[in-house]
């Protein structure tokens, strides 16, 4: 009796271990998982280090994928609704992207998009993701590129520099409001 007792024992320990065990890997994997996340957030889809052009997945995602364009990054009219279903998706990217494009749609919408930013900020760096979200999305948007043999070619500066002084203003925004946040 005493050994199956002892043996009884035994087992639920190893069992209990065992059951610990894969608890701390599924927190892991969830820690990394989380960290891969906010690594591509703050990923530029185009970038230049030393000699070398790096593009990111999410880039040639972007350049490849003609329905993902049409539909998700590049729609005929930037909505919050398209924004809202994106969050929810968890493609923040994309709706940040979005999100860049009702900036300078109407007064009602460049405080919305603001607010929107600032709260995100609370959890984010959304100064450095903005940033990486325009040099993801901004050189295949069709209002002011083309793409011919699957390279974009710009044919509207003048509409690419207005998303980025859209995005540099934000960016000054979210800079100004911490620092008045920390007073």
Do not use: C
């Not at 701390?24 to 960290?35: F, L, V």
């Amino acid at each position: 009796m005493k050994y199956i007792i002892l043996i009884n024992l035994l087992f639920i320990s190893s069992l209990l271990f065992s059951q610990s065990h894969v608890v701390d890997k599924n927190k892991e994997a969830k820690k990394i998982s989380a960290e891969n996340w906010k690594k591509e957030l703050t990923e530029k889809g185009i970038e230049v280090k030393g000699d070398s052009v790096y593009i990111s997945d999410e880039y040639k995602r972007a350049l490849n994928d003609d329905n993902y364009r049409k539909l998700v990054l590049y729609p005929d009219e930037y909505s919050w609704n398209l924004v809202t279903v994106l969050v929810k998706l968890n493609k923040l990217k994309p709706a940040f992207w979005g999100l860049i494009n009702l900036y300078s749609k109407s007064p009602e919408d460049k405080e919305k998009v603001l607010t929107f930013v600032l709260t995100y900020d609370k959890i984010f760096q959304m100064d450095e993701i903005l940033v990486a979200t325009f040099y993801t999305y901004s050189f295949m948007n069709p209002e002011s590129s083309v793409i011919i043999d699957r390279q974009p070619e710009t044919t509207r500066p003048d509409i690419l520099e207005q998303k980025l002084r859209n995005v540099k203003e934000m960016v000054t925004y979210i800079r100004q409001f911490k620092e008045t946040e920390k007073k």
